[in-house]
T-cell receptor, first 116, second 115 residues
Framework: DVKVTQSSRYLVKRTGEKVFLECVQDMDHENMFWYRQDPGLGLRLIYFSYDVKMKEKGDIPEGYSVSREKKERFSLILESASTNQTSMYLC???????????????FGDGTRLSIL | AQKVTQAQTEISVVEKEDVTLDCVYETRDTTYYLFWYKQPPSGELVFLIR??????QNEISGRYSWNFQKSTSSFNFTITASQVVDSAVYFCALSLFSGNTPLVFGKGTRLSVIA
């Protein structure tokens, strides 16, 4: 089974801190994604990466950056955390192409981040 | 640009009732995938189904069934004889056919099944 592991289930940080959310996948997937989930807004894409050192902005990249130095690891960075970044963050991975019996994106369990 | 609309924000049903969750999508592409995910209270996203744009066959899996109609750009999800364990947030999503495109999610429908 594919495993996507997010480093923390719950995290509390202070305004202005630099925050790192880590995500690791064990299936050699090319693509990795960071989403943010807020009530009533669904999942919104922050950044995604389709290869090592490659990144693409999603719908809401402001205030965030990402790093992908190794294929299995995709980090989300809040450069200077603000209270409006309090949210649930979900990491996902997928292979390059969907094969006949392939599954779509596999998600981690999420990190519930609170910025005080 | 792609868009997924789940007009029902919250639905509440009594156990054993049937319930249909609506999903309407927009895309100019002719090849795409549609998905449904379930998010129970524990928070993890559980993949339920993938359907590609070439295959309009309806699908049934146990108490779950899906109705895909390209003519109305809809991909609705029906739960028959609902159970309390079906209580969750359900997300419909769309992606293009190429390998590197992210999923575009609807805002989700919260289903509460009352015993």
């Amino acid at each position: 089974d594919v495993k996507v592991t997010q480093s923390s289930r719950y995290l509390v940080k202070r305004t202005g801190e630099k925050v790192f959310l880590e995500c690791v996948q064990d299936m050699d997937h090319e693509n990795m994604f960071w989403y943010r989930q807020d009530p009533g807004l669904g999942l919104r894409l922050i950044y995604f990466s389709y290869d090592v050192k490659m990144k693409e902005k999603g719908d809401i990249p402001e205030g965030y950056s990402v790093s992908r130095e190794k294929k299995e690891r995709f980090s989300l960075i809040l450069e200077s955390a603000s209270t409006n970044q309090t949210s649930m963050y979900l990491c996902a991975s997928s292979p390059y192409s969907f094969k006949a019996n392939n599954q779509p994106q596999h998600f981690g369990d999420g990190t519930r981040l609170s910025i005080l | 640009a792609q868009k997924v609309t789940q007009a029902q924000t919250e639905i509440s049903v009594v156990e054993k009732e049937d319930v249909t969750l609506d999903c309407v999508y927009e895309t100019r592409d002719t090849t795409y995938y549609l998905f449904w995910y379930k998010q129970p209270p524990s928070g993890e996203l559980v993949f339920l189904i993938r359907r590609n744009s070439f295959d309009e066959q309806n699908e049934i899996s146990g108490r779950y069934s899906w109705n895909f109609q390209k003519s109305t750009s809809s991909f609705n999800f029906t739960i028959t004889a609902s159970q309390v364990v079906d209580s969750a947030v359900y997300f419909c999503a769309l992606s293009l056919f190429s390998g590197n495109t992210p999923l575009v999610f609807g805002k989700g429908t919260r289903l509460s099944v009352i015993a």
